[in-house]
């Protein structure tokens, strides 16, 4: 998988000065943007699949559960996180979701 670069957007002093900078910028905002959904970095979402996400995103939050994980996992968890460009901890949870999706479909395929 193509490394994601990472955005720089400079402070602003004004909510004007920084729309003009998404402005002068906007090209290569777009090709980018376009490169991602090419490439399935990135996808346009239904309506439906939208709202779905914005309604799961209210649910109250998961409870917190600690787990000791080997130092050389969570290194490279660190490493595959940073380079899709997510925090950690996020991209640990989503690992764990789809591998257990995954299961879950074997099982009952």
């Known amino acids: 998988m193509k490394k994601q670069t990472k955005r720089i957007v400079p402070a602003f002093a004004t909510e004007a000065e920084e729309a003009d900078w998404w402005y ?10 376009v490169a991602a959904v090419k490439s399935g970095e990135a996808k346009i979402l ?3 699949e939208l709202l779905r996400r914005i309604e799961a995103s209210k649910k109250k939050p ?3 559960v600690a787990l000791r994980i080997p130092e050389a996992d969570l290194a490279l968890a660190r490493k595959q996180a940073e380079q899709k460009g997510l925090p950690y901890q996020t991209y640990i949870k989503s690992l764990l979701h789809e591998t257990l999706a995954e299961r879950e479909k074997q099982k009952a395929g």
């Not at 002068?24 to 943007?33: A, F, I, M, T």
């Open 24 to 33: 002068q910028n906007r090209h290569v905002h777009d090709k980018e943007l």
């Open 46 to 48: 239904t309506k439906e």
């Open 62 to 64: 998961a409870p917190v």
